[in-house]
């Protein structure tokens, strides 16, 4: 008996017909539930394939806003950002026009994997920062970088000015921004240029009304009053964030508290002859040795600022500064300042643009600097139980701002790079970790 | 100090002995025959072109030599010597050659201005600031009561960004010379440096006084002043009676400033004669090639009211054609003119006639227009007949005579037109035609993209309502042509599925409708566009047209929630970076707009 069974023999053009269909649906079917089911997390890329940098800092903020973690994910494709996948935060990007990337658990196991074994890290974001920028209150945000920053990122501050920090509002803070300001009292030496302009009056009437109500003579007496506030937050545990002219005249302001430093528009006398040897630079953040300038026709406060851009006889030509690199994982508070999508930047003047190497205390971290240049860019330090951070110049994208310039309208600039380095200071505040220093 | 050398025959001695031994041997293998016959400011200059820089200087000391040795000073020959010297040496990266020559000659001519102008600017092109100011000293006491060494010494400080020892140096100035120091125009350009706008405009109100030529000067600085400034520019040079330099120059320094009705403004206030009459026909051009036509009419408008010139005539009616204003461009057309200025009658004809069409085309009175061209007779050539055929057609149409305007296209080039053609057909509710024909249409009017637009989306080749329409259009009945439009939306809206309807192009009816109309006629077509066509390319426009409306009238809430549905439902949307950015200006993320809308009228 033929105990054979005979099965229908499938050709082999059928066969593979078969397998393709199933095959086919399978991949549907996929892409269907790829569809259908949302994803666990959303990547901020903050390489190139990040359309708005800039405002991707302020869809993190609103992240933590609104209450969720982030993370950090220092030199992982520029300094990305891990978000919970939320309507809120996908209706925020899409508003904001910020690139998100929607990724499976998976695909974050393979990041952690990637990130695990080479000179990256994934910081924990989880509060809030409570920021407060020095300026006065009605001031329009279009001639401060930090401001206009904030306001086009859109994250939360609020503006304190002399009259709050005398009073010891900074304590209510965690993070403070200080932009132009002389710290020194004398205006940024622009009395010669500015007396007769009205917001010159306006500014010099103002001061001098505050330092008054204060019980002070003059307006440097206020000014470095308010320095050494500033520098008692910082060394309670504040985060301190400088730019352009406030680096160099708070250090001013602080070292020569007790010194009179400014030019006899300001106080009425001239600066002490000896002022050099009075300034008490062990009470400085950054700085020390600094010869101050005591002429009030010079337009420079010392020799701290390299550049010296608005004394034509020293100006130095802007070049670039490149971002040094640090370990994620040992140095997790320079990688976090520094992290962004170039390493090179294109300079830009400020009343101080840079800072000269010969006059930075030892224990200064320099961030950036510009190759075979005496000076540095941008220098961070811990002082007390607080830490400083300060770059030089005015406006990242508006590298010769002068005033009276138009303000920088920054939507035509949503990916700039040096911009993005004033927005690490400001999400560096709400990281977990404690740092831990190499 | 340097003190004047007055002995003759100690002049000549010192002269000989500094400039005869580096004459160079180029010069000295010459000969002195040679010397006398070869001119050797020639040799220098060309020496100089063929960069033989070696034998340019050695002949331009030759020249210097001549010059200083020739019985009466030739200060032209001196000053041409020293300045190509000084070029040459700047060339061959030896600028401080110069410097010792200069020394020399100033020993017998201490106040020559073109020696202690080269003697400064070396000095301080090459950073030796205390050395020269040494110099500026020296000149300044061999110059007496004369401006020149502050006004060289201020320029030079101010260029390389030393505005505040500029300050000093002219402070000085102005209290040693007084006004015969002329250094109005440097302490003027000192406060522009500055950004002391006010002053500025003080002090070159104050230089153009005596100094006219400065008026240029004057423009290019202070129409640099930023927005938020000039108003107090204008207050300084309106100030007083109207003189033609400052109020040119506030006319001037308007148009640089997109102001072009502010500048009229401030010329027309001129009294006519000769001078201002110039200043208007430079303005009237000036507003024409800014398409300011407002104000190009009234400016050519002036400049006929006094001259009754047919240029000027012809100028106003077409500026006036062209701003839109047909009624005046008529009047204007059909003015007398005065005097031999009007022209010969066939001159004014060619000139004026085809105006007069055009305006009575705008207009809509067509058999205006065509009596006028038949009476024009002989007097229009066969080009301008021609050329007028188009504003004819328009008038008929406009008229709403599509037979009338037919025929006039029957009669003319225009018949092979495809625009012409094109329109004609839609008209006539052929919109095969009118889509084979238009989409070969060589301009790109607003309403010719619109109509193209249109007729791809209906896929029908007939309907006499569109082209009804379109034909309201054409009337400026915009009106009516929301009306038709609107109707045919709704008949798409109505008709079965099977039938042949323009029913893919409702939302772009709609959103014609919507353009044409305003207030909250245009909102319920917008809104009626997204409620009910949410899938067609329209919808986001009808978002972003909305938001704008609703911003315009102050309701910022309304706006942000439309643009936020636009950028969150819309992504791939071309108008999202309009939309976000309409947004961040609305929450005030981004600075206001530095640019004000131009004043035209």
């Known amino acids: 008996m033929d105990t054979r069974v005979s099965f229908p023999i499938a050709s082999g053009r059928s066969v593979l017909r078969a397998v393709a269909q199933v095959a086919a649906t399978l991949v549907l079917g996929m892409m269907v539930l790829a569809r259908a089911l949302p994803a666990q997390s959303l990547l901020v890329p903050m390489d190139d394939g990040q359309r708005n940098h800039l405002k991707a800092y302020g869809v993190t903020f609103a992240a933590l806003k609104g209450g969720l973690k982030a993370e950090w994910l220092l030199n992982y494709r520029g300094g990305s950002f891990l978000l919970a996948d939320t309507p809120e935060i996908r209706r925020k990007a899409a508003l904001d026009g910020v690139s998100l990337e929607p990724v499976t658990d998976g695909v974050v196991a393979s990041m952690r994997a990637e990130i695990a074994g080479a000179n990256m890290d994934a910081v924990v974001l989880e509060r809030v920062p409570k920021i407060a920028i020095y300026r006065p ?180 030509p802007l070049g670039a500064f490149t971002l040094f690199d640090f370990s994620a994982k040992l140095d997790p508070v320079p990688a976090m300042l520094v992290q962004n999508h170039r390493t090179v930047v294109p300079d830009f003047y400020g009343v101080t643009t840079s800072f000269n190497k010969a006059v930075l205390k030892s224990g200064v971290t320099v961030l950036a600097s510009e190759d075979g240049a005496p000076w540095v860019k941008y220098i961070h330090g811990d002082y007390g139980k607080g830490s400083w951070t300060f770059l030089g110049g005015h406006d990242p994208e508006d590298p010769q701002h002068a005033i009276g310039s138009a303000p920088t309208d920054l939507s035509l600039h949503p990916t700039s790079p040096a911009y993005r380095l004033i927005l690490n200071n400001v999400l560096f505040p709400a990281a977990k970790k404690k740092p831990r220093k190499t | 100090m340097v003190r004047p050398l007055r002995n003759t025959w100690l002049r000549h001695l010192i002269t000989v002995a500094l400039f005869a031994a580096p004459v160079g041997a180029g010069a000295q293998s010459g000969g002195s025959a040679a010397a006398d016959t070869v001119d050797p400011l020639g040799i220098a200059m060309s020496a100089e072109e063929k960069r033989d820089f070696p034998k340019a200087v050695a002949a331009y000391r030759v020249v210097l030599q001549k010059g200083m040795t020739q019985g009466t000073d030739n200060a032209d020959l001196i000053a041409v010597a020293l300045l190509g010297l000084e070029r040459v040496w700047a060339e061959t ?122 008026e240029a000067a004057a423009m290019f600085a202070l129409a640099r002043a930023p927005a938020p400034t000039r108003d107090s520019v204008r207050t300084v040079l309106l100030e007083g009676p109207p003189t033609l330099v400052l109020r040119r120059l506030m006319s001037t320094i308007e148009l640089a400033w997109n102001e072009p009705r502010r500048g009229w403004t401030a010329l027309s206030a001129l009294k006519a004669d000769d001078s201002s009459a110039v200043a208007w026909r430079e303005f009237g051009e000036r507003a024409e090639m800014a398409n300011a036509w407002l104000v190009a009419r009234d400016a050519w408008t002036a400049v006929f009211e006094r001259d009754g010139d047919l240029d000027a005539q012809a100028r106003a009616a077409t500026a006036a054609l062209n701003a839109g204003d047909a009624a005046s461009a008529l009047a204007m057309a059909r003015r007398e003119g005065r005097g031999n200025a009007a022209g010969k009658p066939a001159t004014r004809v060619a000139m004026l006639v085809p105006v007069e069409i055009a305006a009575l085309g705008e207009l809509g009175r067509a058999a205006e227009a065509q009596a006028r061209l038949d009476a024009a007779g002989k007097d229009v050539d066969e080009t301008t007949r021609a050329m007028l055929s188009r504003p004819l057609v328009s008038a008929w149409l406009r008229s709403g005579d599509l037979e009338r305007a037919r025929t006039a296209v029957a009669g003319s080039d225009l018949a092979d037109d495809d625009e012409t053609v094109g329109w004609l057909a839609l008209y006539d509710g052929d919109l095969a035609t009118a889509r084979k024909r238009l989409v070969r249409a060589e301009t790109r009017r607003g309403e010719l993209v619109d109509a193209l637009g249109l007729l791809a989306r209906a896929r029908i080749d007939r309907s006499p309502a569109l082209g009804q329409a379109f034909l309201a259009l054409a009337k400026r009945d915009s009106a009516e042509a929301a009306r038709r439009f609107i109707a045919l939306a709704d008949s798409a809206g109505t008709a079965p599925a099977s039938s042949l309807t323009i029913g893919d192009a409702s939302p772009a009816l709609l959103a014609l409708a919507a353009r044409l109309v305003h207030g909250k006629e245009s909102m319920a077509l917008w809104d009626r566009i997204v409620a009910s066509h949410p899938k067609s390319p329209e919808a986001p426009e009808a978002l972003l047209s909305s938001a704008r409306a609703l911003r315009d009238a102050g309701d910022k809430a309304a706006a942000t929630a439309r643009l936020e549905r636009l950028l969150v439902e819309y992504p791939q949307s071309a108008l999202l970076p309009q939309a976000r950015r309409d947004l961040e200006r609305l929450r005030g993320a981004i600075p206001p707009s530095p640019y004000a809308a131009p004043h035209d009228s």
């Open chain 2, 93 to 214: 990266g030896a600028r401080d050659s110069i410097l010792p020559i200069v020394q020399r000659v100033l020993l017998l001519r201490p106040s020559d201005p073109v020696g202690r102008s080269i003697q400064l600017r070396t000095l301080v092109g090459l950073g030796r600031d205390d050395d020269a100011r040494q110099a500026f000293l020296s000149w300044r006491r061999a110059a007496g009561n004369d401006g020149a060494p502050y006004r060289d010494y201020a320029r030079l400080l101010i260029s390389s960004g030393r505005a505040q020892a500029a300050d000093s140096l002219l402070t000085e100035a102005g209290r040693t010379l007084g006004r015969a120091g002329m250094i109005s125009s440097e302490v003027a350009q000192l406060h522009v440096a500055l950004g002391r706008w006010n002053a500025a405009a003080v002090a070159f109100r104050d230089a153009l006084a005596d100094q006219p030529y400065l």
């Open chain 1, 137 to 316: 209150v009605n001031q329009p945000p279009w001639d401060d970088a930090v401001t206009l920053a904030l306001t086009y990122a859109g994250i939360d501050f609020t503006s304190v000015w002399d009259d709050a920090v005398m009073k010891g509002d900074l304590s209510k803070y965690d993070w403070v921004h200080l932009h132009h300001e002389d710290f020194t009292g004398q205006f940024n030496k622009l009395y010669l240029a500015y007396r007769d302009a009205p917001w010159f009056v306006e500014q010099r009437d103002r001061d001098l009304a505050t330092a008054r109500a204060f019980g002070l003579n003059d307006v440097p007496a206020l000014k470095k009053s308010v320095a050494d506030n500033i520098r008692g937050f910082v060394e309670k545990g504040g985060f301190l964030f400088a730019m352009c002219g406030a680096t160099e005249s708070l250090d001013l302001g602080i070292a020569g508290l007790n010194v009179d430093i400014a030019g006899p528009y300001s106080d009425g006398t001239p600066p002490a002859a000896d002022a050099d040897a009075k300034m008490q630079w062990t009470r400085a953040l950054a700085f020390q040795g600094a010869h101050v300038e005591p002429s009030p026709y010079i337009n420079a406060l010392s020799d701290i600022d390299g550049h010296q851009v608005n004394v034509a006889a020293r100006r130095q």
